[in-house]
């Protein structure tokens, strides 16, 4: 019995010294959206750097935001930037601020099922907002038809699928349509999850997928990283430059260069609907949001030697994984911000 | 370890010869606390429950008062919360299981428990206890793959072209909806509803079918007008047992209902329940306000169930009283 207690004391107290010899714990949680790579760059800047363990929840934008504000976390990711009120609340609750930093871009594509339509369709914002209010509700309204010349478009009644569960993409979504027209702005709004004047709910990217696929002349939204990954057809949009585009990774990444010179300081910038040639109007930064101030010294230099990391090496995992890569002159003034974290 | 307790109680100062200390020596006192705290973590539990909900969704119960109860309009972005559509949803499709699953849980529980060889009973009540532990996300696929287009293609029109001078049965048919929902819970709680009514009808004495049948009656008489009335309460005690998991169910329900917030006496029509609703916003609600109205509906549908559950229980005392069947449910 002795002996045994020894032993297991001997094994507590080795196990112990491992423990506290193990690498610092940080922890974050936030968006859903760019948790693939997330996963992967933490995976990835532990086996390179051996310094930090950086465990991260992907509970969502909105959990994200108020884990970090309240403090539970030392960082918070989302991929909707936060709003003034909620800057507001988390400098009244810590006395300092929250800043945003852009790790990669994703867009959000129109996907639909209609009966005997296989060439890709071209959708124009007035289109894809009409069928969203419920103020076109067949395929062959003149409004669709118009940007679709030599498509038998039905007459059949449009199923609209939108996300039940909220989620950043419908952010991206709802932000475009709030941005191309005032009706949607007025009526609806932008948020994770809004007042959907008609159509269905599915959950998840995968559920709305499912529904689409399964549903005669149904119409969604996803993710473009989810589109890809599961060969789903979607259509191209026609960006603030009148040109129709087909969301990839350099459409997307064109949209980030045409907002770059326009970039303010505190990165909380909208992408949609951005102007230039080439630009995919439906695509989004998504953020790291981390706090100015941190009292432990020792996780303020593991996080911006992560952020510093992720923004050189950490890149190169973006394609693959079907996100866009930040460009150069974002990279830049994200460096310098860099050096605001006390 | 058995010399110690031969030792203890000849060496401690006892005074009265049942007093309080040799009582609790004895161990009768001390597992009567144990289990007595076990028992009362329930009542304390529950009302923690009850207050964290209150205490969390202060802002719009101050807000919308009894309005929240009344007003449909659900807008997270122009702060509007109201909870009718999806009371009204939980309650639709919780209505439409039972319908369904009631009359064929009974049955079913009948023929095993009076009808069958006892081989084939044992066997069906494996794979009915297998039922009911498979977890509902995977009825939710069921409902998503199977259901849903069988609803689009078959059901709906079948319904639609027999049935259809019926408010029940029309619109525009997506395969989603309240009907939809209804017939996945319908799937989720007849296992159940099989499993305990099949055990109630087995404990019945044997005497009183003996009874019933040397009276003449034939076996389908004495099952159906002397076992079965008399584990009634039981069966009862079954079917709200169903009910409380058709109200609570949410990740099957919230892939085939449509998650739209409706209220329309159309079966076909998208709909939303409480449960389904906050597992979809709460991770991404970010305005105070739209975090705690879900909240709110989490009281709602406490509430909901605490009412539901008192008057099952209530139906049952008076069902027992004047039947003066056996009490166990």
Known sequence: MKRIAVLLLAALALAGVVWADSALLINGAGATFPYPIYSKWFDEYHKTNGAAQINYQSVGSGAGIKQVTEGTVDFGATDGPMNDDQLKAYKDKHGSAILHFPTVLGAVVPTYNIPGVTTPLNFTPDALVGIFLGRISKWNDPVIANANKGVNLPANDIVVIHRSDGSGTTYIWTDYFSKVSADWKDKVGKGTSVNWPVGLGGKGNENVTGLVKQTPNAIGYVELIYAVQNKIPYGAVKNAVGEFVTADLASVSAAAAAASTTMPDDFRVSITNAKGKGVYPISSFTWLLIPQKFTDASKRDAIKGFVTWMLADGQNYAENLSYAKLPKEVVAKELTALNKIQ | ?329
């Not at chain 2, 009631?102 to 794979?127: H, K, M, N, Y």
């Not at chain 2, 072209?161 to 319908?186: C, D, E, K």
């Not at chain 2, 069966?235 to 919230?254: C, D, H, K, P, W």
Request: glycine share 8%; aromatic share 10%.
């Open chain 2, 1 to 329: 370890m058995a010399t110690t307790t031969t030792i203890v109680p000849s060496a401690g100062p006892v005074v009265g010869s049942r007093s309080f200390l040799s009582r609790l020596r004895e161990g009768d006192e001390i597992a009567r606390i144990i289990t007595f705290l076990f028992a009362a973590s329930v009542v304390l539990i529950t009302l923690l429950l009850v207050f964290e909900l209150w205490q969390g969704s202060v802002l719009p119960r101050h807000k919308f008062g009894f309005n929240f109860f009344r007003t449909s309009v659900w807008d997270p972005i122009f702060d509007q919360f109201g909870a009718l559509p999806f009371i009204y949803g939980t309650l639709v499709t919780a209505l439409v299981s039972l319908l369904i699953a009631v009359p064929l849980g009974i049955g079913a529980a009948i023929f095993l428990a009076e009808l069958a060889p006892p081989r084939i009973s044992d066997t069906l009540e494996f794979f009915i206890d297998l039922l009911a532990a498979v977890p509902s996300v995977i009825y939710g696929l069921l409902g998503v793959f199977v259901v849903i287009p069988l609803m689009r293609e078959y059901i709906q029109p079948a319904l639609k072209n027999t049935l259809g001078f019926l408010p029940f049965f029309q619109g525009p048919m997506y395969g989603m909806g309240f009907l939809t929902a209804g017939i996945v819970l319908a799937i989720m709680v007849t296992p159940y509803i099989i499993s305990v009514s099949r055990e109630v009808l087995l404990s019945v004495p044997r005497d009183q079918r003996e009874a019933a049948l040397s009276l003449g009656s034939t076996h389908w008489e004495s099952t159906w007008k002397v076992v079965v009335p008399f584990a009634r309460a039981g069966i009862m005690g079954s079917i709200f047992l169903a009910l409380a998991r058709a109200l609570g169910e949410t990740m099957a329900v919230t892939m085939v209902i449509g998650n739209a917030p409706v209220i329309s006496a159309s079966l076909f029509s998208p709909g939303y329940s409480i449960a389904a609703i906050i597992a979809n916003e709460l991770t991404e609600a970010t305005s105070n306000l739209h975090y705690q109205s879900l909240i709110e509906l989490g009281l709602v549908l406490f509430l909901l169930t605490f009412i539901l559950n008192g008057l099952a229980r209530l139906l049952i005392v008076a069902t027992t009283q004047r039947g003066g069947g056996m009490g166990n449910a």
